[in-house]
């Protein structure tokens, strides 16, 4: 028993030994790995001291020792550089704000910030922490932490103070800390205090080569260049490759320069330029102007696009050096813009009115004025500079250029503002004038143009050419208003006052036989048309073969068979566009000779001759009338059912219907007849072979005794037929209508709505629609016009159908309804019989499609016209240039830059100058930069009154030169032309900035 006490007690006794020593192990596991910790840190194993620490943080229950672990590993996650380093550190400074270790937690914040170079964030956090309170080492690198973040920052001041304190005081910093101050006295332009340094500095193999390199800038900045050359020489030969060296060539090229030796100067400012994208435009301007000195004009040109520009006196006189060079070169449109760059700022006054009397003076010269400054820019000079010694010249220049410019608009402004114009002046108004309406009667503004050439008629013999010129210009423009007797009036003085060798003469006698033609004056058109014949030299013009075809026909309405046929193989012979007419006429001119089989003969060859004429209708209805004279019914009916059947919309169908049951009657076949009949009249109503048919009907009902069917027939026809119109109703039209005709546009409406209330279904209904409709669309009230205009339209049977339908295509295009518009001219091109209303219903129907983007309709249209003979050049014009566009369209580049070319040829229109500018578009996109770039400069030479597309044009002009790598002269451009360009098109300004924008980033 006592053995087991004594055993139990050895087991209480060791139990409590155990007790105490496991508790004393537990003390002092965590005080040892804090101590081994800690030893880590101070001997920077800071990767052990984390880890230990760490450990020591899970086992210990020491709160102050836990506050020294957290210092010791957030500090070392500095140290080891850990990503979220400060992440780390802030986070300490939040659990205990109230650290001693504060001072030391900031300032590795700020270092931290410092090597990501966020030099505002270190400068925070250093200013956080105590200097005082940080060991001596980490002092020295607080201070030029802080010293080297305030000079990044650009507070010279304080940085200069601490690296002075630094190299003072510092071992470790002593040469860095010197550098930099003497870099900040450097800065400071303190040259002497820095240079002294860099010359103790350049001896440090670290300094030397910076050292060497502000020395050599401080001694040029002294201005002491024979010492700096020196030392830009010598930096060369022990750094010849350095990232400095192109800097080092700049000061001695500058040096050089100063110094007058300009082949040295030359040679190092073009090693700096090899190295340096963006050289500064000081150095840039000398290069110029020693290049210019040695005479290398294309070498200076490209030193001087450096320098140029409308910032600063130096840019003024770069720009006035580079429009000198340019003139050397021969480049004139390029001085321009450099002088009128020069002119437009004054920071030097002299080079200003200098730059600006160049500019003028190079304009009157090349006649390159863009937008027509030839006028203004003489005017400009006058009023700026109205003392200067170049006054006098310049005024002369003005009158002079007065009678050359083609901005006759504001030469004429200028001409009315002089008190007393002497005869030279006056000559040139009557020019003038002259100019102005041929440009108006071009863009179709014939009232406007009547104005112009009756006022340079009105002035007299001052310039006996532009008035007689105006005559014959005016007389076209009434031709045009279909005016015939105050054509026939100017064109008759035309031909009085002027000599067979003038260049209008011939087409005035031409022009003289159409008027008298249209007035059907027959003998009259057929003697103008025979002086013309007789005195046109080139028998290749389709108007020589055109006017042996009118002559045919004068002879025809005089029935001289044998004279029309053989003016109808004159007209065939010299042109084969007028062959197709001649040959119909020809077969027509046979069956008026009763020569019936002739007649026909002649038709079958005409018609396989060309089987896509436009006479093919006419033809086979000519034939079957020479079937029907020759008792050959039979054979004539199945064509006459042809051309019902093919030719529906065809002007002849009606009396080709007419003709068929008139046929099948004489056949004895009187339904067919009867079914004919019927067709004319429900295809055409209120036609007059509509009424004929009608009357025919009544004879065969009556004929096969069946007038119970003619009767319900006619009734079913209601009010809307005429079957025969009054006395009544004829008379009160003729009367309404010579109102119109006397010009009394008021009383004439009037009249013709009384017309229309008394017969609102009378035969002249549609006649007095339509003169109702153009008295309210000379009054621009295009709502009314519409309406009378359709009501023209819907009665059928007016004679001023096309005339209605062609006004309808107008209205309706210009209010955007395009549809609508183009129903119109098909309708017009379905009713057309002469050629002029054929061409208007296809410029119009042209001009839908290609609003429509209707490519192919466009080509085929465009082809359509084109091919046709008398069509107005600006019309020509028109349709290539629509076609050209169509073509761009669909890739057939090839085909539309010869349309393009051709409508390009007259810029006096806005076609041609549209087709200037496409044609250099398309060479720009295609890759062929010359061709674009040749194409604008040769539209600025020649010049056009149509603003906007050259203002396009030399948009293109400046894309092509940046596609070419030019960029100094694509800004140049654009800035030219957004200082000149006068027009206010929101797309043209927005172009212009947007690449200038682009340009100058």
């Not at 030994?17 to 508790?23: E, F, G, P, S, V």
């Not at 505002?120 to 956090?125: G, N």
Request: proline residues 2%; neutral net charge.
């Amino acid at each position: 028993m006592k053995k087991i006490l004594l055993i139990t007690g050895i087991g209480i006794a060791s139990t409590l030994q155990l007790t105490y020593a496991q508790k004393g192990i537990n003390n002092e596991l965590p005080e040892r790995l804090f101590l081994q910790g800690k030893e880590m840190f101070l001997d920077n194993n800071f990767v052990g001291a984390q880890n230990t620490l760490t450990e020591f943080k899970r086992l210990s229950k020491d709160k102050n020792a836990e506050l020294e672990a957290d210092y010791m590993i957030a500090a070392a996650s500095y140290f080891t550089g850990k990503p979220n380093a400060v992440n780390i550190l802030r986070e300490y400074l939040d659990t205990y704000p109230e650290s001693y270790h504060r001072n030391d937690i900031c300032f590795y914040i700020g270092s931290s910030y410092f090597n990501e170079k966020d030099w505002s964030k270190a400068l925070y956090w250093f200013e956080q922490a105590d200097v005082a309170y940080l060991a001596t080492k980490e002092q020295e690198d607080y201070t030029f932490r802080s010293a080297f973040a305030n000079l990044q920052e650009g507070k010279r001041s304080v940085a200069a103070n601490q690296f002075e304190l630094l190299a003072r005081n510092s071992n470790k910093y002593y040469e860095p800390a010197t550098y930099y101050k003497a870099y900040i006295d450097f800065q400071e332009g303190k040259y002497d205090d820095a240079l002294a340094t860099f010359e103790r500095l350049k001896n440090s193999p670290e300094y030397k080569e910076q050292s060497l390199f502000f020395i050599t800038q401080g001694l040029f900045l002294k201005n002491n260049l024979n010492e700096a050359i020196n030392a830009g020489h010598n930096y060369l030969n022990t750094y010849p490759n350095n990232k400095n060296s192109a800097e080092i060539h700049r000061i001695l090229g500058n040096s050089y320069y100063r110094q007058g030796n300009i082949n040295e100067s030359i040679s190092n400012y073009e090693q700096y330029l090899a190295s340096e994208s963006k050289p500064f435009a000081e150095d840039m301007l000398q290069l110029g102007t020693a290049y210019t000195q040695i005479g290398d004009y294309q070498n200076a040109i490209k030193a001087l696009q450096f320098a140029a520009s409308t910032e600063d006196k130096l840019g003024q006189t770069a720009y006035m050096l580079l429009g000198q060079n340019y003139l050397k070169v021969n480049n004139n449109a390029n001085a321009l813009m450099a002088f009128d760059a020069a002119s437009r700022v004054q920071f030097d006054p002299s080079i200003s009115e200098v730059a600006l009397y160049n500019y003028a003076m190079l304009v009157h010269k090349t006649s390159l004025s863009v937008f027509d400054q030839s006028i203004t820019v003489l005017q400009r000079f006058l009023n700026e500079y109205p003392n200067s010694k170049y006054a006098n010249e310049i005024n002369n220049q003005l009158a002079a250029t007065l009678l050359s410019t083609k901005n006759y608009q504001a030469a004429l402004a200028v001409i009315d503002k002089m008190r007393n114009p002497g005869r030279q002046i006056i000559e040139t108004k009557q020019t003038i004038l002259f100019q102005l309406g041929a440009q108006d009667f071009i863009d179709g503004n014939y009232d406007q143009a009547i104005q112009r050439f009756n006022a340079s008629i009105n002035l007299g013999n001052y310039d006996v050419k532009s008035k007689n010129e105006s005559y014959f210009w005016r007389g076209e423009t009434y031709y045009r208003e279909n005016n015939y007797p105050a054509a026939i009036k100017d064109y008759q003085t035309y031909l009085s006052v002027c000599n067979a060798s003038d260049d209008n003469y011939t087409n005035a006698l031409y022009n003289l036989g159409y008027t008298y033609f249209n007035l059907k004056q027959y003998s009259n058109a057929l003697n103008y048309f025979k002086q013309y014949t007789s005195q046109e030299r080139n028998r290749q013009l389709l108007t020589y073969s055109d006017a042996w075809n009118r002559i045919g026909d004068t002879h025809l309405f005089n029935r001289n068979f044998i004279e029309a046929e053989n003016a109808y193989s004159q007209a065939s012979i010299n042109n084969p566009q007028s062959a197709e007419y001649a040959d119909f006429q020809k077969a027509f001119v046979l069956g008026l000779q009763h020569n019936y089989n002739g007649k026909i003969a002649a038709l079958d060859v005409m018609m396989r001759k060309y089987p896509d004429s436009q006479y093919y209708d006419d033809a086979m209805y000519e034939k079957s009338r020479a079937l029907i004279m020759l008792n050959r019914e039979a054979d004539a009916i199945p064509i006459l059912t042809r051309i019902l059947n093919d030719y529906p919309n065809s002007n002849v169908a009606p009396q080709a219907g007419v003709q068929l049951g008139q046929s099948y009657y004489n056949t004895n076949n009187p339904q067919k007849a009867i079914d004919a009949y019927k067709q004319v009249v429900q295809n055409h109503k209120n036609s007059e072979e509509a009424r004929i048919a009608i009357q025919s009907l009544e004879g065969i009902y009556r004929d096969i005794n069946d007038i119970s069917s003619y009767a319900s027939f006619a009734n079913s026809l209601g009010n809307g037929i005429i079957i025969t119109a009054s006395r009544q109703d004829s008379l009160s039209y003729l009367a309404a209508e010579n109102i119109y005709m006397k010009g009394h546009a008021g009383e004439a409406a009037n009249a013709m709505n009384k017309y229309l209330q008394a017969y609102p279904q009378g035969q002249f209904a549609g006649d007095a629609h339509y003169y109702i409709g153009a008295i309210a669309y000379n009054k621009k009230d295009y709502d009314t016009a519409l309406q009378a205009f359709n009501n023209t339209i819907n009665s059928g049977n007016s004679k001023n159908l096309n005339k209605a339908l062609a006004l309808v295509g107008e209205i309706q295009l210009s209010k955007g309804n395009n549809q609508a518009a183009y129903n119109a001219y098909k309708e017009m091109m379905r009713t057309a019989t002469s050629a002029d209303d054929k061409s208007t219903a296809q410029l119009g129907m042209l001009k839908v499609a290609n609003s429509l983007n209707k490519d192919v309709e466009v080509i085929t249209v465009a082809t359509a016209l084109l091919s046709q003979g008398k069509t107005s050049p600006e019309v020509v014009s028109e349709a290539r240039l629509y076609r050209a566009k169509a073509y761009l369209n669909t890739g057939e580049t090839n085909k539309a830059i010869d349309d393009l070319q051709k409508a390009a040829s007259d810029t006096r229109s806005v076609y041609g100058a549209e087709a200037q500018y496409l044609l250099a578009k398309t060479y720009l996109k295609n890759g062929n930069y010359d061709k674009a770039e040749q194409q604008v400069l040769a539209l600025m030479k020649q010049g056009t009154p149509h603003a906007y597309w050259m203002a396009q044009s030399i948009i293109v002009l400046s894309d092509t030169y940046l596609a070419k790598g030019d960029k100094f002269q694509a800004k140049q451009y654009l800035e030219s032309l957004k200082a000149n360009y006068t027009g206010n098109e929101a797309d043209i300004a927005t172009m212009i900035n947007d690449r200038l924008t682009q340009l100058n980033k």
